[in-house]
């Protein structure tokens, strides 16, 4: 997988399948409840998101795929939040009413980044009379004439009960078709160009398998009974493997670098697949950019949705070692993420020319104060208006590699102005630290981080060490 991340702006998708509606009640838990033993939440944040296949199109219109929506709802409340939200982000909402089921909602209660309960409201739209099935179809029918590629999102509430009958239309109009399955019976998927089962439905269907030999297996038996193209087993921590008849299989390590939560990564995965193979990426290529995406969306809290940049970022991942070394953009999205996972942002500037002891323990008081240390470095042309025409003594590279190879840095950025006051502007961090004489009221970029709710503190330098006082010594 190489060069840029495809453009997948151009070209159509379309998504069908059970839609919901996910709620997040928030807020701090203090005590425990005198009526029954569980914690007592107060509720500061109610927030609404799609859920289901809504979610599959949310992560769809996040990558800047143009993307179609068919599903159920209800004539209620929650039915006209989902399509408001879904018009706020581009996806083409297309709805069918159920006359008298409700539209699925699963409210989750949350306190400290923690799921306390879940509470689900939803009937099963599989009931004969739920929902006009013949709509469907036909509204499913027209939705390809217009999209690339077409997705079917299974949640089992009955959106999709008559499943054969689009893939028919898919295949009478040529559209691949994936599936992202449920249950223990993959029949109804027969004629699908490819399924995105997870190894628990995968071994509930073909049972339980002892290796990577074994899933290759039952996998391509299981394609040839169904009649399908490929099959993508996601396995968790394992990563995931792409099957197909007549080739080696393609097992992906997982792409996490820390897993937060896995709360809707099969959504991220055959939406990110689905649009890249709209784009015109090889099947091998498609998965390798949705393993990247399964990747970036475990890292975050809740259900998650991964941008097109996001993507470019971690697809031309740095060697190891120099992950810490960013553009101004590539740090602006790993703040983002961190702040996702809720850790607090801590950032520091300066020359860092000859980096010594004073430095080091500088640097480790300034990432105490946080989860997360950010460094902000003059490139050549500032130090040198700064210091004068004999600095730096090191190259910006070489002052970023080293400052990266510290373990209380996170981070590190170049900068061209005189002071950092404009790149703070754009991070915010949540804490900006300063070292020496300075007061806070005259550290740059302060008066945006106080702005913002943000602390500025100032540190003191330890004596004795200088990068002056070393040069001035002949030391190199």
């Not at 099969?266 to 649009?275: E, F, K, M």
């Not at 090191?394 to 005189?418: G, P, Q, T």
Request: with cysteine.
């Amino acid at each position: 997988m190489s060069g840029a991340v495809p453009d997948f702006s151009q070209h159509g998708l379309l998504v069908a399948g059970d839609v919901m509606l996910d709620r997040y009640w928030s807020g701090p838990t203090q005590r425990i409840s005198p009526e029954a033993p569980v914690p007592v939440v107060r509720v500061g944040a109610d927030e609404a998101r799609p859920g289901g296949a809504a979610n599959v199109a949310l992560n769809l219109a996040a990558l800047q795929a143009p993307v179609t929506l068919l599903g159920v709802v209800g004539r209620d409340p929650p039915a006209a939040t989902l399509k408001q939200a879904l018009l706020r982000v581009g996806v083409r909402p297309w709805l069918i009413e159920s006359p008298h089921l409700p539209t699925i909602t699963k409210l989750r209660v949350l306190s400290r980044n923690q799921q306390v309960i879940r509470l689900d409201f939803e009937e099963s739209y599989a009931t004969d009379g739920a929902f006009d099935r013949a709509q469907f179809i036909e509204r499913f029918t027209q939705g390809l004439q217009g999209a690339r590629v077409a997705v079917l999102s299974d949640y089992a509430k009955g959106s999709l009960r008559d499943a054969p009958a689009l893939i028919a239309q898919a295949r009478a109009l040529q559209r691949p078709l994936l599936v992202d399955p449920k249950g223990s019976d993959f029949a109804p998927y027969r004629g699908a160009t490819l399924l995105t089962p997870n190894l628990g439905e995968f071994e509930t269907v073909v049972g339980a398998c002892a290796d990577e030999a074994q899933i290759l297996e039952r996998g391509l038996r299981l394609i040839a009974d169904l009649q399908i193209e490929a099959l993508l087993v996601t396995r968790s921590d394992k990563g995931m493997s792409l099957l197909r008849p007549g080739h080696a299989p393609l097992h992906l390590p997982t792409e996490a670098r820390e897993v937060f939560d896995v709360t809707g990564a099969g959504d991220t995965v055959i939406a990110t697949l689905a649009a890249a193979i709209a784009a015109g990426e090889s099947l091998d290529d498609a998965v390798r950019l949705s393993n990247l995406a399964a990747g970036i969306v475990v890292g975050k809290l809740g259900t998650a949705s991964v941008t097109r940049g996001e993507l470019e970022v971690a697809r031309h991942q740095p060697p190891p070692g120099e992950e810490a070394i960013l553009s101004e953009a590539q740090l602006r999205t790993r703040v983002q993420q961190w702040r996702h996972r809720g850790r607090k942002v801590v950032m520091t500037n300066g020359c860092f020319d000859l980096l010594h002891v004073g430095h080091v323990r500088y640097l480790e008081a300034a990432r105490r104060l946080g989860d997360a240390l950010v460094v902000a470095v003059n490139d050549d042309e500032s130090v040198r208006r700064l210091k004068g025409p004999t600095r730096p003594v090191n190259a910006c590279a070489d002052r970023l590699r080293v400052l990266a190879a510290l373990r209380s840095v996170d981070a590190v950025v170049a900068f061209a102005e005189d002071t950092p006051a404009r790149l703070i502007g754009a991070i915010l961090p949540d804490v900006l630290v300063k070292g020496g004489d300075y007061t806070p009221d005259r550290i740059a970029g302060g008066d945006a981080v106080r702005a913002a709710g943000g602390e500025v503190v100032v540190l003191e330098f330890h004596e004795g060490y200088s990068t002056t006082d070393i040069l001035a010594r002949g030391v190199s």
